[in-house]
């Protein structure tokens, strides 16, 4: 299941390169074993060792009709990410790779029982960050039962793509994968954009900051891809998408709000596990509520309540909850794309107080049903 709440952007490709050379990194419990930086680098390497240029595999008469359709349609939403957003003009999403598996990698994040604040992993260049991503859902599942066995909270999540910074132009860029290649025009669209966004502006050890400006470039570049070149079947579909959407945000970031409030009150750690408990069977049953209703049936969120838990929300708010500043910044910019990438390219690289300090500044007042 893809939450779009967007979990699904990683360093863990430069993470591993990158890592390797220094042998071992620090990170919030001890030190990392150089068998999880191995890992990182042989599955980075597999995927781009695997890629051919989009041009051939649509001129390869065994390519079916259907992918050779979708990658034609990547390649024109790369062609525009470049011309309409001023996103990077390079090798990257230029190759497409079959993994022949369901994900690209499996992210693994924890938290403890009482807090939404994410357990980190350290690393060079890219800073602290609240994931740990796996190219086998094995490896994935043992790092969270290691966690667990600790008394945290865990999340293991599919992740389709990951972004390497644009480091790795020299190995070809990040290539499509067919992780993603078939999801509907919107969300295809939308993903290509935020992970080119990565390559912008990048703050080290800010997972907030970086995911949720790519998030806000996916949903700017996402809305003038489907108004300007978006099918009408893809415009019908699309809307009906973030509908549902805007509804998994409102009940999410609601439940967020009340457990980050009741685990910072002067509760006793029992009434808090009661108060807990209370508040994710609300969120289930709202859940229930709305595929029963509006949803019509749709389960493709089912996974993600049936388990949420500190760890999932937590990542949640990783992707979303400085879009709204974001947003404000770019109208601000006059709607400029380039401005607002220096603009975001200057905030990276102040020190990590000022810099929350302006997004708070440019956070409009909640309102009463989210819509970021």
Known sequence: MRLRGWLVASAVGIVGLLALAVGTVCVTSGCSSLGYLAQSAAGHLHIVNSARPVDDW???PATSEALRTRLELAKRMREFAVTALKLPDNDSYRRFTDLKRPAAVWNVAAAPELSLRLETWCYPVVGCVGYRGYYAQADADAEAAALRARGLETTVYPVPAYSTLGKMEWLGGDPLLSTFI?????????????????QVAY???DSMFNESF???VERLGGERWMAAEGSPGGRTLAAAIEQRRRDFRGITQDARRALDALYHSAASDEAKRAGKAEIMARLRAG??????????????YDAFFANANNASLGMQAVYLDWVPAFSALFEREGSDFERFYAEVRRLAGLPRAER??????????????PTN
């Open 58 to 60: 649509i001129a390869d």
């Open 182 to 198: 078939q999801w509907p025009e919107s969300e295809l669209a939308r993903l290509i954009f935020h992970e080119l966004a990565h």
């Open 203 to 205: 703050a080290p050890g």
């Open 214 to 216: 790519a998030t806000a």
């Open 287 to 300: 859940h229930a509520a709305l595929k029963a209703g509006p949803w019509g049936g749709f389960a493709g």
């Open 356 to 369: 929350d300090a302006t997004l708070r500044g440019l956070t409009p007042p909640a309102p009463d049903h």
